[in-house]
């Protein structure tokens, strides 16, 4: 697991990811992958069928974390990967859990 300083510049990102990605493991899954690229924040099931999570960590652990989002578990099927930025001030999460359904 890579380990990030309290004091390197992380950024914040709210990601829908729309597609077959419920009821497979896809939340789980992204826990432990999250966990291991070092990326804190959390994911949920929504509603309307989609995943939603909210990342935090560097450029490049965000950019590997969105990338496996995308294509990373094969029973998933992504259809659309919304990404957006959220500018500070935010909150600092400590690690990646699994939020209740929204």
């Known amino acids: 697991m890579e380990s990030r300083d309290k004091d390197e510049p992380l950024e914040t ?14 939340r789980e899954a992204c826990v432990r992958r999250a966990t291991a690229l070092g990326v804190s924040g959390w ?3 929504r509603m309307d069928g989609s995943v939603e999570a909210m990342l935090q960590g560097s450029p490049e652990q965000l950019a590997e974390m969105c990338a496996w989002l995308s294509e990373g578990m094969p029973a998933a099927l992504v259809e659309e990967l919304e ?3 959220v500018q500070p001030p935010f909150a600092r999460f400590d690690s990646f859990e699994r939020m209740p359904t929204l």
């Open 43 to 45: 994911v949920r099931n």
């Open 13 to 26: 990102r709210l990601v829908h990811v729309r597609g077959r990605v419920q009821g497979i493991g896809y």
């Open 83 to 85: 990404v957006t930025d």
